[in-house]
Nanobody
Framework: QVQLVESGGGLVQAGGSLRLSCAASGRTFTSFAMAWFRQAPGKERELVAAISRSGSNTVYADSVKGRFTISRGNTINTVYLQMNSLKPEDTAVYYC?????????????????WGQGTQVTVSS
C-alpha cells in the first residue's frame, strides 16, 4: 500500500503561481512512476504531468507545457507540481497518482494509488 497526501492548492488570480506537493508513505517511493491528474466539474479526469521512477523522463499535457513543471525528491518521498502563469481553465481538483512501474503513462486507469485531491481555483 501507498498513501498519497496532496497539499498546496488554493485560490489564486490568473497569472499567479502555486506549487502542489504530494507526500508518499508506505512502499518504497522509488518503485513508482508518479503523475498529477486533474478533474474539473463535468469533465473527465486528465493527465497534467507525469514523471518516471528515476525522474529522468517527464510528460506534460499540451495545455500546460511551458507553464507547469513536475519534479520529485526521492530522498523525501515527495512529488511536486510547480504551476506558473495560471489560467482560469486550470481550475480543477488536482490528484496525485502512483504507478508500480519505472515508466509513467497518460492513462489514469494505469495508476494504482491515488491521493484525495486538492482544489485549485484560478480567478480571472
Amino acid at each position: 500500500q501507498v498513501q498519497l497526501v496532496e497539499s498546496g492548492g488554493g485560490l489564486v488570480q490568473a497569472g499567479g503561481s502555486l506549487r502542489l506537493s504530494c507526500a508518499a508513505s508506505g512502499r518504497t517511493f522509488t518503485s513508482f512512476a508518479m503523475a498529477w491528474f486533474r478533474q474539473a466539474p463535468g469533465k473527465e479526469r486528465e493527465l497534467v504531468a507525469a514523471i518516471s521512477r528515476s525522474g529522468s523522463n517527464t510528460v506534460y499535457a499540451d495545455s500546460v507545457k511551458g507553464r507547469f513543471t513536475i519534479s520529485r525528491g526521492n530522498t523525501i518521498n515527495t512529488v511536486y507540481l510547480q504551476m506558473n502563469s495560471l489560467k482560469p481553465e486550470d481550475t480543477a481538483v488536482y490528484y496525485c497518482a502512483a504507478r508500480w512501474s519505472s515508466t509513467s503513462t497518460t492513462t489514469f486507469t494505469d495508476y494504482d494509488y491515488w491521493g484525495q485531491g486538492t482544489q485549485v481555483t484560478v480567478s480571472s
